[in-house]
């Protein structure tokens, strides 16, 4: 920096001096001096294409992604041949969630230069978020042949390894990752959680799992007592022990133990930022002031089970309702969420911003509808920015987070002992605990999806492939023995890796007990809302998930008027199915274990008559449920109580 100064003092118009300082000050993490210094060399030399690169990835480090990608435009004009140019355009397209966009960018960038890593490796980013597996693995595979020892590479591969239900591949990549580069922390982090199975192939995994994350995780904390990350925050969230949750075990232990180490490591962060903590404050505001924060402000599982009926309801006269949307994405409920907003803001930005924002704006309680899907809603909510914190159960699992005080839940969900399952003060909201708003029921005529002539009952299972325990496999064989003839039909998550490994898994246990597998296992590629509404209205029975029971799925085969059976879970996540039916009155169609479970389904599956009255309940039944205030009216108290 000294020298760049001394430079510019002895020729004040040398373009290629402001342009170096610039990157010298962006190292320094000086970046709006970094940003004046880059366009200083701009206005100097408007052709001057490796300034205005920097200055794109500048903007994109930033996160002021439209600007950069205007910046690489700019430096492509410039210089037509540079890989580097459209690769880095494509990374900021991705995180910009243009993600076809950023397909055909990289392609530009390996017409240019086929042998480029980084332009593979991204490639494989905009793959993945595509939910293209197998051909995202193949690009980084392609970035590796052209860089061994390509860490990042190596760290996308792996954690497309764990996507894929390869955990053990995962460990061991990521532990490469490490060979290579010692000081990849993330990859520290991602190695511990890893260890957590996406799709188990034996009940027996879950208790050896469950042991080697445990003991990696210590490890790792006391790795980095001794050798304190530059920068705390990149290990926390870009990975999460999102499939311990799939387990049926009590995760507190488990997941307190990441939670306080994320915790450590953002406070870490949060005071090298000069991000001053929020102490508690005495309220003389006429309203209490609520931030919302979540990247699912959108048309999401968790934004219209949760967020949305709360957004919407909460009494604008005492409560300031404040939206924190932490992701790109935009659609009509993105549009709706702002119009009901006091004040709404959107990213991408850097988790130094949002943190600065939501400071700035001194919320008196804070809400995370989820945690545990998205890294920098984790990141956030492992600091204290605001007096009191909630979390939800968008992800149905405690957060382990010490900075995190309540845990908004359902009297419909929760099991008598749930205050012992949470790292947070359990607050039951009564009946479901939310506000639900049905979707539209679209498709005017149910959708033929037996295959053959004499299928039997069709049975729909529509969980995502990690839902299905191993140990509950059994129950299949045994209801497709009971019933002779009945079809399941699976719906294809992603680009079907998952899927497939599910539905071989499954055809392992009908070999073994002697059944032909393809009479009875279906998988059926991914249904728009439309063709999933007619697919429920054409079947005769929706088999709901056991141990991780489905919300949003079991309320819209409800609304279809297609009888339900499930199993009341130990947790609240396996018990939302039997809450709602509860609720309506229809406790006969849920079991109290396994067994019960398949004799329920077989009893059902068979009697058309049984499940006609089943049908003429639901329609009795289901529209007093609807958009129930009760909730709001509970949440409402809480929340002035706390506030």
């Given at each position: 920096?000294?020298?760049?100064d001394?430079?510019?003092?002895i020729?004040?118009?040398d373009?290629?001096?402001?342009?170096?300082?610039?990157?010298?000050?962006?190292?320094?993490?000086?970046?709006?001096?970094?940003?004046?210094?880059?366009?200083?060399?701009?206005?100097m030399?408007?052709?001057?294409?490796?300034?205005?690169?920097?200055?794109g990835?500048?903007?994109a480090?930033m996160?002021r992604l439209?600007?950069?990608?205007?910046?690489?435009?700019l430096?492509?004009?410039?210089?037509p041949g540079?890989s580097a140019?459209?690769?880095n355009?494509?990374?900021?397209?991705?995180?910009?969630?243009r993600?076809?966009d950023a397909?055909?960018c990289?392609?530009r960038?390996?017409?240019?230069?086929p042998?480029s890593?980084d332009a593979?490796f991204?490639?494989g980013q905009?793959?993945?978020?595509?939910?293209?597996?197998?051909?995202?693995?193949?690009?980084c595979?392609?970035?590796?042949?052209?860089?061994?020892?390509?860490?990042?590479?190596?760290?996308a591969r792996?954690?497309?390894?764990?996507s894929m239900?390869n955990h053990?591949?995962?460990?061991?990549g990521?532990?490469?990752?490490l060979?290579?580069?010692?000081?990849?922390d993330?990859?520290?982090?991602?190695?511990?959680?890893?260890?957590?199975?996406a799709?188990?192939?034996t009940?027996?995994e879950a208790?050896d799992?469950?042991?080697?994350?445990?003991?990696a995780?210590a490890?790792l904390?006391?790795?980095l007592?001794?050798?304190?990350?530059?920068n705390?925050?990149v290990?926390?969230?870009p990975?999460?022990?999102?499939y311990l949750?799939y387990?049926?075990?009590?995760?507190r232990?488990l997941?307190a133990?990441h939670?306080?180490l994320?915790?450590?490591?953002?406070a870490?962060?949060?005071?090298?930022?000069?991000l001053?903590?929020?102490a508690?404050?005495t309220?003389t505001?006429?309203?209490?002031?609520?931030?919302f924060?979540?990247?699912?402000?959108?048309?999401?599982?968790?934004?219209?089970?949760?967020?949305?009926?709360w957004?919407?309801?909460?009494?604008?006269d005492r409560?300031g309702?404040?939206?924190?949307?932490l992701?790109?994405?935009?659609?009509?409920?993105?549009?709706?969420?702002r119009?009901l907003?006091?004040?709404?803001?959107?990213?991408?930005?850097t988790?130094?911003?949002?943190?600065?924002a939501?400071?700035?704006?001194q919320p008196?309680?804070?809400i995370y509808?989820?945690?545990?899907?998205?890294?920098?809603?984790?990141?956030?909510?492992?600091?204290?920015l605001?007096?009191v914190?909630?979390v939800?159960w968008?992800?149905?699992?405690?957060?382990?987070l010490?900075?995190?005080?309540?845990?908004?839940?359902?009297?419909a969900?929760?099991?008598?002992?749930?205050?012992?399952?949470?790292s947070?003060q359990?607050v039951?909201l009564?009946k479901l605990g939310?506000?639900h708003d049905p979707?539209?029921?679209?498709?005017?005529?149910?959708?033929?999806i037996?295959?053959?002539r004499?299928?039997?009952?069709?049975l729909?299972?529509?969980g995502?492939?990690f839902?299905y325990?191993?140990?509950?496999?059994?129950?299949?064989?045994?209801?497709a023995r009971?019933?002779?003839?009945?079809?399941?039909?699976?719906?294809q998550y992603?680009d079907g890796?998952?899927s497939r490994?599910?539905i071989e898994?499954?055809?392992?246990?009908?070999?073994a007990?002697?059944l032909?597998?393809?009479e009875?296992?279906?998988l059926?590629?991914?249904?728009s809302s439309?063709?999933f509404?007619?697919?429920?209205?054409s079947a005769?029975?929706f088999?709901?998930?056991?141990?991780?029971?489905g919300?949003n799925?079991?309320?819209?085969?409800?609304?279809?008027?297609?009888?339900?059976?499930t199993?009341?879970?130990?947790?609240m996540?396996?018990?939302?199915g039997?809450g709602?039916?509860d609720?309506?009155?229809?406790?006969?169609?849920?079991?109290?274990n396994?067994q019960?479970?398949v004799?329920?389904?077989v009893?059902?599956a068979?009697n058309?008559?049984?499940?006609?009255?089943?049908q003429d309940r639901?329609r009795a039944?289901?529209?007093?449920?609807r958009?129930?205030?009760?909730?709001?009216g509970a949440?409402?108290e809480f929340l002035?109580?706390?506030?």
């Amino acid at each position: 920096m000294q020298s760049f100064d001394a430079a510019i003092d002895i020729a004040p118009g040398d373009a290629e001096s402001y342009n170096n300082r610039g990157l010298a000050l962006a190292q320094l993490n000086r970046l709006e001096e970094a940003l004046a210094s880059f366009n200083q060399a701009i206005r100097m030399e408007p052709r001057f294409a490796d300034a205005c690169f920097n200055r794109g990835n500048l903007f994109a480090a930033m996160k002021r992604l439209d600007e950069a990608i205007g910046s690489f435009d700019l430096a492509i004009e410039l210089k037509p041949g540079s890989s580097a140019a459209y690769t880095n355009r494509a990374q900021a397209l991705v995180e910009a969630n243009r993600l076809e966009d950023a397909l055909a960018c990289t392609a530009r960038a390996i017409a240019v230069e086929p042998t480029s890593a980084d332009a593979w490796f991204v490639r494989g980013q905009a793959l993945k978020e595509l939910g293209s597996y197998e051909e995202a693995l193949e690009s980084c595979d392609k970035a590796i042949s052209f860089r061994p020892d390509y860490a990042a590479g190596h760290y996308a591969r792996a954690n497309l390894l764990l996507s894929m239900g390869n955990h053990r591949g995962a460990v061991e990549g990521f532990r490469e990752v490490l060979r290579i580069d010692p000081r990849f922390d993330a990859s520290r982090m991602a190695a511990a959680i890893a260890e957590i199975p996406a799709l188990r192939s034996t009940a027996g995994e879950a208790a050896d799992s469950r042991d080697s994350f445990g003991r990696a995780l210590a490890e790792l904390e006391g790795y980095l007592d001794s050798n304190p990350p530059v920068n705390a925050a990149v290990l926390v969230g870009p990975l999460q022990p999102f499939y311990l949750a799939y387990q049926a075990h009590d995760n507190r232990d488990l997941l307190a133990s990441h939670g306080r180490l994320c915790a450590k490591l953002m406070a870490q962060w949060q005071r090298d930022a000069a991000l001053t903590p929020i102490a508690s404050r005495t309220r003389t505001r006429s309203k209490v002031r609520i931030g919302f924060v979540s990247a699912q402000i959108a048309n999401h599982s968790v934004y219209n089970a949760i967020t949305r009926g709360w957004i919407e309801h909460l009494d604008r006269d005492r409560f300031g309702k404040e939206v924190f949307h932490l992701s790109s994405k935009v659609d009509a409920q993105t549009v709706a969420a702002r119009a009901l907003a006091d004040y709404f803001e959107q990213g991408p930005h850097t988790v130094r911003d949002w943190a600065a924002a939501i400071i700035e704006r001194q919320p008196d309680i804070l809400i995370y509808p989820e945690v545990g899907m998205d890294q920098t809603t984790l990141q956030l909510a492992s600091m204290r920015l605001a007096p009191v914190q909630l979390v939800s159960w968008g992800h149905p699992a405690t957060s382990g987070l010490p900075s995190l005080d309540y845990f908004l839940s359902a009297e419909a969900f929760e099991p008598p002992d749930a205050e012992f399952h949470y790292s947070e003060q359990l607050v039951r909201l009564p009946k479901l605990g939310v506000y639900h708003d049905p979707p539209e029921i679209v498709g005017e005529r149910p959708r033929r999806i037996a295959a053959g002539r004499e299928t039997g009952p069709v049975l729909i299972c529509a969980g995502t492939p990690f839902k299905y325990a191993p140990e509950h496999d059994q129950n299949f064989v045994e209801i497709a023995r009971r019933l002779g003839r009945c079809q399941f039909h699976f719906f294809q998550y992603l680009d079907g890796v998952l899927s497939r490994r599910l539905i071989e898994r499954l055809h392992g246990v009908f070999s073994a007990s002697e059944l032909d597998g393809g009479e009875y296992l279906f998988l059926r590629p991914w249904a728009s809302s439309q063709e999933f509404h007619e697919i429920l209205r054409s079947a005769d029975l929706f088999l709901d998930t056991i141990d991780f029971s489905g919300f949003n799925t079991v309320m819209q085969a409800l609304e279809c008027g297609l009888p339900v059976v499930t199993c009341r879970g130990r947790f609240m996540r396996g018990r939302f199915g039997s809450g709602i039916l509860d609720l309506l009155g229809l406790s006969d169609l849920v079991a109290s274990n396994p067994q019960s479970y398949v004799d329920n389904v077989v009893s059902l599956a068979g009697n058309a008559a049984a499940r006609a009255r089943i049908q003429d309940r639901l329609r009795a039944q289901l529209p007093p449920a609807r958009r129930d205030e009760s909730a709001i009216g509970a949440l409402q108290e809480f929340l002035l109580s706390v506030g």
